[in-house]
């Protein structure tokens, strides 16, 4: 097939064409005053979204530059949205201003090495302003705050995530699942729950949004070792109706080929998951804590039995489960409680001896963690939130504004809160423009500069929403010496405290986002040549033969 190149400014513009389109878009999401947009691919149910990762997600265009721009943008928000969950319109917005920006600066002649490297230059201070400037969650106030302004301030929506986060405690699992009820109503579950900080081992089997696995009452394979061949373990296949869970430490490239083959040809529904850990050890300490969980029977290994004993006893259960590319939770695991308190009480004896015991035996204060860590996951409870609606549209919607709002909790938790609407980014390169020491040349200098006034654009995007000026208002927020003082979008008023009015954003979130904004925008400017094909939306014919009966994992 034929490839067509395009060279320099010809090169970029076409690409940038798609980012461009792509941003507007997904900015219209952005904010308290930000719309819905209706997402139609041609069935008789589109969906309505204000959430901007759905809203990407969803552009393909048929021309091939603009579709090479618009999956930079996926790429860059994907990489922020596996890191935090959230923060896809504030990427996108960052990503492609910058790269807006540094084409503007390419075309005047500077150089493009340059470039990159001023854009680098500043977002390593900003980041260390933002590192500085951040503020820990210290109150369960503080999360309904986070909850609200994350779910577009939907109070109802904010106030069950909350409640649902504070229902669990610290170590905690928090979800939310489509009711399929008619009665608008949505509640909240709690019930026991294990979450494996490792996601699936291969996307094949992904079946609900968001790129994520989920299953009702599973069955759950537990192997003690690598599964090279999947001859070795064909009659699990054929012992269970239901859908299967594999777990394993490893999996061989033969194996993975495989199994992906028989998934997507629908011979079988299972997916593949494993134990997470940083050695050998601790992988297979977390093999036998979900084994323990599902009430499962390892098989091989070092703690396995023979696989020719295997019968559907050695099988494990849940009520639930889900696994992203990120994470995996199971969810009313159906192992044995005694089972599970005998556990937990084996290792609180390790750590009582790692404690108490001789100083040959102490243990150190990171294996502490990691042993008071498992005890935390294997006794931790899962809070499911079951959204109601009156239509699929309504719930669907509702449930990309409840997947934010969970995703900015748990990070804002762990990495702190900044001021929201775009405030705390402002004062950022504020203080960074103040205290900035000169750069090699220029050209740097001009990049580094531009790549601060990039950064005003959230807040620029929220206050002209409102029908603000946004040059007026954003230069205010910047002239006051509070770092907590910025732009009530809501109400349309300046706020002296965004953190006691509850306009809060996940500081993580803007990290990510200028970090991987920052990448794109370097690989842009640098970028002097495309090669894409000319007949762009090709594909294989329905007719030609994709697998062969010795893939078939069911062929006699």
């Known amino acids: 097939m034929g490839k067509i190149i395009t060279f320099n400014t010809d090169a970029r513009e076409k690409v940038l064409a798609g980012m461009i389109e792509a941003k507007k878009a997904v900015i219209s999401t952005l904010g308290p005053k930000g719309h819905t947009v209706i997402l139609n691919d041609g069935t008789r149910h589109p969906k309505v979204s204000k959430d901007g990762d759905s809203v990407l997600e969803f552009i393909d265009f048929s021309d091939p530059y603009k579709n090479t721009g618009v999956n930079f943008v996926k790429d860059c928000v994907h990489k922020v949205n596996n890191e935090c969950g959230d ?8 990503s492609v201003s910058l790269c807006e920006a540094g084409n503007e600066l390419i075309e005047r002649d500077f150089d493009s090495v340059d470039v990159k490297k001023g854009f680098q230059k500043a977002a390593e201070e900003t980041i260390s302003i933002l590192e500085k400037n951040k503020k820990e969650i210290e109150s369960e106030d503080d999360i309904y705050k986070v909850a609200i302004i994350s779910a ?28 399929h009820n008619r009665k608008g109503e949505t509640v909240i579950t709690f019930s026991s729950g294990f979450e494996i900080a490792r996601g699936y081992s291969s996307s094949c089997s992904v079946n609900s949004d968001n790129n994520t696995v989920s299953y009702k009452q599973p069955n759950y394979f537990v192997y003690g070792k690598k599964l090279e061949n999947i001859k070795e373990i064909e009659p699990i296949f054929r ?35 494993g134990p997470c850990g940083a050695s050998r050890e601790a992988m297979e300490d977390n093999l036998v804590d979900i084994a323990k969980v599902t009430g499962a029977t390892i098989v091989e290994g070092k703690f396995g039995k023979p696989i020719d004993t295997f019968n559907l006893e050695y099988f494990g259960s849940s009520e639930s489960f889900t696994a992203t590319a990120k994470k995996v939770n199971i969810i009313g695991g159906c192992g044995k409680e005694e089972d599970i308190t005998d556990h937990i009480n084996s290792i609180k004896s390790i750590i009582e001896k790692g404690t108490n015991g001789t100083d040959e035996e102490a243990m150190s204060e990171y294996e502490l963690k990691y042993y008071n860590e498992r005890i935390a996951s294997l006794s931790g409870g899962v809070a499911v939130i079951w959204i109601g609606g009156f239509t699929d549209t309504e719930v669907k919607e509702k449930k990309d504004r409840y997947d934010d709002a969970i995703n900015a909790v748990r990070v804002s938790i762990s990495d702190g809160v900044l001021p929201g609407g775009g405030a705390g980014l402002l004062h950022a390169v504020k203080e960074v423009a103040d205290n900035h020491a000169p750069l090699e040349n220029p050209t740097q200098e001009k990049a580094f500069h531009t790549f601060l006034k990039v950064m005003e654009e959230p807040a620029r995007t929220i206050i002209a929403s409102t029908g603000k000026d946004p040059g007026y208002w954003t230069e205010k927020i910047k002239e006051s010496n509070s770092c ?11 706020c002296d405290d965004m953190y006691q009015t509850g306009i809060i954003d ?15 925008a370097g690989t842009f400017v640098t970028t002097d040549c495309i090669i894409t094909s000319d007949a762009f939306n090709c594909g294989v014919s329905a007719n030609d033969e994709v697998m062969d009966r010795e893939r078939d994992i069911f062929n006699d």
């Open 87 to 94: 923060g896809s319109t504030t990427t996108t917005l960052i």
């Open 152 to 179: 577009n301030n939907d109070v109802e929506i904010g106030s069950k995530v909350a409640e649902a986060f504070i229902g669990v405690g610290e170590d905690g699992v928090v979800c939310a699942e489509a009711a």
């Open 239 to 273: 012992m269970t109706q239901r859908d299967l869970v594999i777990v394993a430490p490893y999996y061989s490239d033969e194996f993975l080929s495989v199994f992906v083959d028989n998934v997507q040809s629908g011979r079988i529904s299972a997916t593949l998951i």
């Open 484 to 494: 907590s003082f910025g732009f009530n979008a809501k109400d349309e008023t300046m």
């Open 506 to 520: 996940p500081a993580k979130v803007e990290i990510m986002a200028i970090q991987y904004g920052t990448s794109l």
